[in-house]
């Protein structure tokens, strides 16, 4: 990589400080700001005092996933204070790469690597794992012979019924794609429309949902048993009703931003690798 190029990374958790660090170890000059609560070695990362420090000179801003949770400030779990995003944006030039989770603007400068395939297909490795971890803190059995529905067959979907079924369980993939269910028979899964859902729940042990619409609403949770684990993966606002989940006294585990939290060493890998593309199709790299 070029040593005429710098970096800042701006905000964010240890999937950010792991991004910033591989991009140093690489031969790129390398600022972060928003890291001051971190106790743990910087080297070879220049810390920062300011925002504006890490950004003079930088060809490229990364900046976290997601970027913002409250749509005002930059997400920053690791920083004393506030980091608004608009007055970072404002500080940035038209030359210099901006690269965020669910970051939009109109500017052609700025990219939402999130919205990127890799990261997308990489991204549903720890977050199946992350899950099955989940389901064996809860569940008081085993998952082998387990009989384990999942709702929905994209990535995430492929990466958790193959990961399960390895485990022994008895695994039903729910979908309304037909090419999805055929896919699921390719593999040996037991592939379920999903008209049939309300059967298929009855009758489970454990259900993953990654279909990202209210899927699991309370008539549906009507025919679930108490003792079955929900495990909801799908982003805000979920695919689960929660409010009557509780009433009904199922238990439902909403588990946001897995990697992170469960692999955040691979997380940040990925989401390296997947910057890298950017700036490289930016001609930065």
């Not at 070029?2 to 964010?12: E, L, Q, T």
């Not at 972060?32 to 920062?48: M, R």
């Not at 409250?70 to 980091?83: F, M, R, T, V, Y």
């Not at 794992?129 to 085993?142: C, K, R, S, V």
């Amino acid at each position: 990589m070029s040593n005429n190029v710098k970096v800042a990374v701006i905000g964010g958790d240890l999937r950010q400080l792991v991004v910033a660090k591989l991009f140093a170890e690489n031969g790129i000059e390398t600022a972060v700001f928003g890291f001051d609560l971190y106790t743990g070695d910087f080297l070879p990362v220049t810390k920062c005092r300011t925002p504006a420090d890490a950004l003079w000179g930088a060809s490229a801003v990364i900046l976290p996933l997601p970027c913002s949770v409250d749509k005002e400030s930059i997400n920053a779990p690791l920083h004393d204070g506030k980091i608004m995003l608009d007055d970072l944006l404002n500080k940035v030039t038209d030359e210099q790469i901006v690269c965020g989770g669910m970051l939009s603007a109109n500017r052609p400068n700025i990219h939402d690597y999130y919205e990127r395939e890799e990261l997308k297909i990489l991204n549903a490795i720890p977050t199946a794992e992350g899950a099955i971890a989940l389901a064996l803190d809860e569940l008081p059995i085993t998952l082998h012979d387990a009989k384990a529905v999942v709702l929905g067959y994209g990535r995430i979907g492929k990466a958790l019924a193959e990961r399960l079924k390895g485990l022994g369980c008895v695994v039903t993939v729910v979908s309304k794609k037909e090419s999805d269910l055929a896919l699921c028979e390719s593999s040996s899964h037991r592939a379920v429309q999903i008209r049939h859902l309300s059967d298929e729940v009855s009758k489970a042990d454990v259900i993953f949902n990654t279909i990202p619409a209210m899927i699991l609403n309370d008539p549906i949770l009507g025919y679930i048993d108490k003792n079955t684990l929900i495990i909801d993966l799908a982003g805000r606002p979920g695919g689960v009703d929660f409010d009557a989940a509780k009433r009904r006294g199922i238990e439902v585990i909403w588990a946001l931003s897995l990697p992170g939290k469960v692999a955040p060493v691979t997380a940040g890998r990925i989401i390296y690798k997947t910057v890298c593309n950017i700036l490289k199709q930016e001609g930065v790299l």
